[in-house]
C-alpha cells in the first residue's frame, strides 16, 4: 500500500503552540474538495478546530475550487464536520472547557486507503518567551552537531 499523502501541512503550528497530544479525525468533504485537495491547493495555517453544539468542526479551512467550469462549486471557507468516536470527542471538549487547550490542524493527509483524515493537535499557546528557548535549544543542537562532525 502507498504511503500516507499529506495534502496541507501547518508548520506554524509547533512553533506557536506546545501540542500536548495528537489524535487523528475524519472529515466531511465533497467531491471537487477532495479533488483540490489531491492536487495539493489547500491552506490550514488560520485554521482551528472548535465544538457546534455536540459536534467538532473545523473553521477557517481552505480548500480553493477544483476547477472553474465546475457546474456546482464549493464554497472555499465553509466549516467542515470532523468525525470522531464520542468518547474521544468528549475528553477533548472535556480539555478545551476546562484546561483552556485549543484544537489546531496540524496536517490533512490521506490514509492508505485513500480517505482524507486530519491529524489535530491538543495544545497549548506559547508565550514569546518560550519560543524563544525553543529557538536556542534548537540552535544549540545545531551547533553541537556540527562540533561533533568537526571534531570527527
Given at each position: 500500500m502507498p504511503p500516507p499523502q499529506i495534502a496541507a501541512q501547518n508548520r506554524k503550528a509547533r512553533h506557536e503552540f506546545t501540542v500536548v497530544e495528537v489524535i487523528e479525525a475524519g472529515i466531511m468533504l465533497v467531491g471537487t474538495e477532495v479533488k483540490s485537495l489531491r492536487a495539493g491547493?489547500?491552506?490550514?495555517?488560520?485554521?482551528?478546530?472548535?465544538?457546534?453544539?455536540?459536534?467538532?468542526?473545523?473553521?477557517?479551512?481552505?480548500?480553493?475550487?477544483?476547477?472553474?467550469?465546475?457546474?456546482?462549486?464549493?464554497?472555499?471557507?465553509?466549516?467542515?464536520k470532523?468525525?470522531?468516536?464520542?468518547?474521544?470527542?468528549?475528553?477533548?471538549?472535556?480539555?478545551?472547557?476546562?484546561?483552556?487547550?485549543?484544537?489546531?490542524?496540524?496536517?490533512?493527509?490521506?490514509?492508505?486507503?485513500?480517505?482524507?483524515?486530519?491529524?489535530?493537535?491538543?495544545?497549548?499557546g506559547k508565550k514569546l518567551h518560550d519560543k524563544r528557548e525553543a529557538e536556542k535549544k534548537r540552535d544549540w543542537s545545531r551547533e553541537k552537531a556540527r562540533l561533533m562532525r568537526e571534531k570527527g
Open positions: 491547493k489547500a491552506t490550514i495555517t488560520e485554521s482551528y478546530a472548535g465544538p457546534s453544539g455536540d459536534e467538532l468542526w473545523l473553521y477557517n479551512a481552505y480548500i480553493p475550487e477544483y476547477q472553474t467550469k465546475m457546474p456546482f462549486p464549493h464554497e472555499t471557507r465553509r466549516p467542515r470532523l468525525l470522531l468516536r464520542r468518547r474521544q470527542l468528549a475528553k477533548l471538549m472535556g480539555a478545551v472547557n476546562k484546561e483552556g487547550m485549543t484544537l489546531i490542524p496540524l496536517d490533512i493527509h490521506f490514509n492508505e486507503r485513500g480517505i482524507a483524515k486530519v491529524n489535530l493537535g491538543l495544545a497549548k
